[in-house]
């Protein structure tokens, strides 16, 4: 069939999708659209630094970029650079695949004041994971951005995976990291800071911490940190034997490796490295205390199960910190004119529908939930759901597609940045990088640009 398509958003999800469409739609013309003049998404912003082989899946989304049909339009941002209701006029299907990665807001008492420009808490010390995780992923939304690590304790709000990546990389030695991409600034810092305690803090218990075992695991390989269980009440375990009932077989057993996991850290000993990581349930954040505009401490309430109801108790645990992150979800980001769910942080979607010709897929239609490949197990059910509306529903006046597009970005003086730009600007990367290092990821678009001219 004959069709334009266009994809905005290069993170997996619409690289599995694209790869789909391509396959079905045989003469369809698609454009994969990044606001940024590199692909990849959530790979190169949010996979940790440390994680290299998870980072290979794109070298399958390079083989997409290779099809005829497909082009790289990059460094173009819709809202900005070209309007939705611009794709909407001129492809046949726009499908929005934009991630989700502002941080969900955590509210809590001493928080509310707030940076006006950022949004950002004025207290220092205190960050959202997805600033601090694209920070030291080189990201260049964050140039400039430094976070204060002059202290001895980081606490983590959350119980996943994103948790379990930030609390690694701050325990890594720079020993540890070689083989990485991580940003030198970040390591330099973490290197420097004197961090002596790390609090992983949920909200629930371990069996209904949504970590993955592989995760966890590698927290018990770390050379100078080790990861212990935080027991404000001085009983001897906290940690379950069994998962009980209420999860499938695939979550039960994966809960169960968590329970073991844990179970293991609850015998490390205090003293056996210099850093020490706490897992700390059943514990919800409610205050923090700032001292000459930075943060001190930290009050907890204990909370419990109650009718399957979540609640706070009396108890309080207050904890000295030096830092906090809150690594507890992200929002997508609203772009101009799409149907967007304040409430929920999403596109607005029925079963992935977003109006006539539009579709969403991944982190911006569900949430951000699962792995990365839960957004194949999404591109798939997402080109069934549009290869059959396709059947119902012909295109009988193709749009214009991508010749206009093209018109329009060459008169408003856009330098796209094309599929071959990209590559220019990867090898770049990987020639910059010191010998220890997969890449030394330019910091900002302007650098990138620059490679190109
Ligand atoms: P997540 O798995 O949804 O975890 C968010 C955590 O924040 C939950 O423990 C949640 O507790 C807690 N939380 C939410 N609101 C809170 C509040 N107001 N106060 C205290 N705690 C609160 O999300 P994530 O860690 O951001 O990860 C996002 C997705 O990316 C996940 O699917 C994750 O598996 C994936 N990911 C995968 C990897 C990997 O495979 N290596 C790495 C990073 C991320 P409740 O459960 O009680 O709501």
Redesign the pocket.
């Known amino acids: 069939m004959n069709c334009s398509i266009a994809i905005v958003g290069t993170g997996p999800a619409g690289f599995y999708l694209a790869d789909l469409l391509t396959k079905k739609l045989e003469h369809c013309q698609l454009d994969l659209i990044d606001r940024l003049p590199t692909p990849f998404g959530l790979i190169r912003a ?3 630094p440390d ?1 290299i082989p ?1 980072k290979n899946i794109t070298r399958q989304f390079e083989r997409v970029l290779q099809r005829d049909n497909v082009r790289f339009l990059g460094n173009i941002e819709v809202g900005r650079d070209i309007s939705y209701d611009e794709l909407k006029a001129n492809y046949d299907l726009v499908i929005l695949a934009t991630g989700a990665i502002k941080d ?1 807001e ?2 809590i008492e001493g928080l509310e004041l707030q940076d006006s420009e950022t949004g950002n808490s004025a207290i220092e010390g205190i960050y959202g ?1 997805g600033q601090f995780v694209t920070w030291y992923n080189t990201h260049p939304d964050h140039h400039g951005f430094t976070p204060k690590l002059n202290g001895r304790a980081v606490a983590i ?9 930030i609390a690694r990389i701050l325990g890594k030695t720079p020993e540890e990291m070689k083989g990485s991409d991580i940003n030198p600034q970040a390591q330099r810092l973490i290197e420097k800071a004197n961090i002596e305690d790390i609090y992983i ?4 218990g371990p069996i ?3 970590f ?1 075992p ?2 966890l695991e590698e927290l018990s390989q770390l050379n100078r940190c080790v990861p212990l269980i935080y027991n404000s009440d001085g009983e001897s375990s906290t940690i379950p034997q069994q998962v009980g009932d209420g999860y499938d077989t695939r979550e039960s057993k994966s809960r169960q490796k968590n329970l073991e996991l844990l179970q293991s850290y609850s015998e490390n000993q205090v003293d056996d490295k210099p850093v020490r990581l706490h897992f700390l349930f059943w514990h ?2 409610i205050k923090i205390a700032a001292e000459n505009g930075h943060i001190t401490s930290l009050s907890l309430k204990k909370t419990q199960l109650k009718d399957n109801h ?1 609640i706070e108790t009396d108890q309080t645990l207050t904890l000295t910190v030096d830092t906090l992150i ?5 929002r997508s980001t609203e772009i101009s004119g799409v149907p967007f769910d304040q409430q929920t942080g999403r596109v607005t979607n029925q079963a992935g529908r977003v109006e006539d010709g539009v579709y969403c897929v991944g982190w911006c239609k569900r949430g ?5 490949p ?1 957004n194949r197990a999404d591109a798939i059910e997402m080109a069934k759901t549009i290869i059959a509306d396709l059947e119902i529903s012909p295109i009988t006046q193709p749009k214009p597609g991508r010749e206009t597009i093209d018109q329009l970005l060459t008169r408003r003086n856009i330098r796209v940045v094309t599929t071959e730009d990209w590559h220019k600007i990867d090898q770049a990367e990987i020639n910059r990088a010191p010998v220890d290092k997969v890449r030394e990821k330019f910091a900002t678009i302007e650098q990138m640009l620059a490679v190109l001219d």
């Open positions: 949010a996979v940790a994680h998870t969900r955590l509210t994971s709000i959350g119980n996943g995976n994103v948790a379990l990546d803090i949920g909200r629930r209904e911490a949504s993955t592989f995760e919800s954040p979540l809150s690594a507890i979800g992200y951000p939930q699962g792995v990365i839960s």
